[in-house]
């Protein structure tokens, strides 16, 4: 009897082991019944049995063999996918995912070698089986954490949204307080250590809404007006001269400067790379911007210890810092300044690039002047009508009220514009 015939002729016994292994699995209170767990198993087992049946060329064992992705209509996306949407919506965690499919591989193997002959032709069976096996598991485990990590990022959002009301009162009374001809000198002092502290916080609020929104799948949103880029970098250094007041940055301007596009968001861009700078970074540091009137060159330079070579591959990536201690004495931050910054230089149609050595590091943002706002949306990275249900958590609902939120107070300059809208989460995902 072949493995597929015996997976078939077993399959009641098969399942009722599996059933039994993931009900000790399941958490106390979860409504995932046998019922479900029996119907989950038949279908993976019916979807091996079936792949098992199916010729397979050399060229698809090779692939298969190194883990490489199925056909985009692979037989197994639909039961993988349900099965790791059942898991997740009932409290299993990515340990006990894999664990259940350890337990049908053992299940199956053993019951079949009562059965089995041996010699060369079963185990070229178990092979095939356990490449069936291992690539219904990569789908269930990938969709798994697809799906782990887009709730994560909507719960990051809500909270980042529902900080900005809070804030804003604390910003707004704060120049309430300073506008106050009693307020005695060290209360000045301290609404001022008050407001720099809430704008700073306001700053990284923003920054993980634009983590959010950028990892549901949505574009950063941009307002193309004419704007001066020296004027912009004049700013820049401004602010971060007085945030860091005994940096020392030179700016250096030359060509045409003019152009259409984001003021505020390149103001972040260049604040970001210039807050990097004095960080991580030692004197002299330079901001040098140069225009032909169809591109953009800003240079952000600084001297220092070069940043190592591995860690330049992943330093756009959001969430990651390296080890360089912060010269500055002050918190690090979350680690989504220079994802941002290549945000901001996608959304604007350009790219954003690091050199570093030992004679120093070097950010370089290039920019068309006149950006093409057609490529200023982009499509969903997964179907809008797809629902997760993760403990009393409706994802479709919170999806789409935080992208209804986000576009809601998208171009607010102030918190407290936030803050009037008197917007709350709605109940359904409380």
Not at 33 to 57: C, F, G, H, K, V
Not at 104 to 111: D, G, K, M, Y
Not at 125 to 152: G, K, P
Not at 295 to 311: F, M, R
């Amino acid at each position: 009897m072949t493995l597929a015939d015996f997976i078939e002729a077993d399959c009641a016994g098969l399942i009722d082991d599996w059933a039994n292994y993931a009900l000790v699995l399941s958490q106390d209170g979860s409504q995932l019944t046998e019922t479900q767990l029996r119907n989950s198993a038949a279908d993976i087992l019916t979807a091996i049995a079936l792949d098992m049946r199916t010729p397979q060329e050399a060229a698809e064992q090779q692939t298969k063999s190194r883990g490489d992705n199925p056909a985009p209509r692979s037989p197994f996306d639909q039961v993988a996918h349900q099965h790791a949407e059942d898991r997740l919506g009932h409290g299993f965690s990515i340990n006990d995912v894999v664990a259940e499919f350890r337990a049908l591989r053992a299940t199956v193997l053993r019951r079949w070698r009562k059965t089995s002959l041996g010699g060369a032709a079963a185990f070229e069976e178990m092979i095939r089986f356990n490449e069936a096996i291992d690539q219904v598991l990569a789908e269930s485990v990938r969709h798994y954490t697809y799906r782990t990590d887009r709730t994560r990022d909507l719960f990051a959002g809500v909270l980042a949204h529902d900080l900005r009301s809070p804030l804003g009162a604390i910003l707004n009374s704060g120049e309430v307080l300073l506008h106050d001809e009693g307020l005695s000198t060290a209360g000045v002092r301290a609404v001022a250590f008050v407001q720099r502290g809430a704008e700073r916080m306001k700053q990284m609020v923003d920054d993980l809404l634009i983590f959010t929104r950028t990892r549901l799948g949505d574009a950063l949103p941009v307002s193309f007006t004419p704007q001066d880029l020296g004027r912009i970098c004049s700013d820049a250094v401004d602010e971060v001269r007085a945030s860091y007041p005994a940096a020392q940055i030179d700016l250096r301007i030359a060509g045409n400067m003019r152009g259409r596009w984001d003021g505020g968001r390149l103001g972040q861009l260049v604040v970001n790379l210039l807050t990097n700078a004095v960080r991580y970074g030692s004197a002299p540091i330079a901001v040098e911007a140069a225009g032909d009137g169809e591109q953009i060159t800003i240079v952000v330079s600084n001297h220092g210890n070069p940043i190592p070579e591995h860690a330049l591959s992943t330093l756009f990536d959001p969430l990651t810092r390296g080890a360089t201690p912060n010269r500055s004495g002050t918190a690090a931050g979350m680690g989504l300044g220079l994802y941002i910054c290549r945000c901001i230089a996608y959304a604007h149609q350009g790219a954003v690039s690091v050199e570093s050595s030992e004679r120093g590091t070097r950010f370089t943002v290039r920019l068309p002047c006149s950006p093409a706002a057609a490529k200023m949306s982009c499509q969903l990275a997964c179907d809008t009508g797809a629902r997760l249900s993760l403990r009393g958590l409706n994802t479709a609902i919170l999806d789409s009220w935080l992208r209804a939120e986000a576009k809601a107070h998208d171009g607010a300059a102030q918190p407290s514009a936030i803050a009037a809208s008197g917007t709350r989460c709605p109940e359904e995902i409380r």
